[in-house]
């Protein structure tokens, strides 16, 4: 998924949270996961998993129709303005930025 779209996931699922006044652990048993697991999601700490976006998508289904929509749109405009990636290998940390992995 790209970054775009689990934000767009996130806001959704922050408004269901909202409008059906259920706080973090209502939301998270309602999906099937503990609190602990959707707040690292929701705080862009661990990146959601394909089990986790199924059971978003078919416990709402509204979220599905945003994400299908969303699905729909070239990837190429999404990365404008992103520049070049860089050839330095790496994994991506918490924050989203670039550490070097290459042992010295």
Not at 30 to 48: D, E, H, I, N, T
């Given at each position: 998924?790209?970054?775009?779209?689990?934000?767009?996931?996130?806001?959704?699922?922050?408004?269901?949270?909202?409008?059906?006044?259920?706080?973090?652990?209502?939301?998270?048993?309602?999906?099937?996961?503990?609190?602990?697991?959707?707040?690292?999601?929701?705080?862009?700490?661990?990146?959601?998993?394909?089990?986790?976006?199924?059971?978003?998508?078919?416990?709402?289904?509204?979220?599905?129709?945003?994400?299908?929509?969303?699905?729909?749109?070239?990837?190429?405009?999404?990365?404008?303005?992103?520049?070049?990636?860089?050839?330095?290998?790496?994994v991506r940390g918490p924050q989203g930025k670039v550490r070097d992995t290459r042992r010295p």
């Open positions: 998924m790209r970054d775009s779209e689990i934000k767009a996931m996130i806001r959704a699922l922050r408004r269901i949270e909202r409008e059906e006044s259920l706080n973090l652990r209502g939301l998270a048993r309602r999906l099937g996961y503990s609190a602990g697991q959707l707040s690292m999601v929701f705080a862009g700490k661990r990146r959601p998993g394909m089990r986790f976006v199924r059971a978003v998508v078919e416990r709402f289904p509204e979220i599905r129709r945003l994400l299908a929509a969303s699905l729909s749109k070239p990837q190429e405009e999404e990365s404008k303005g992103q520049g070049q990636r860089s050839s330095t290998p790496g």
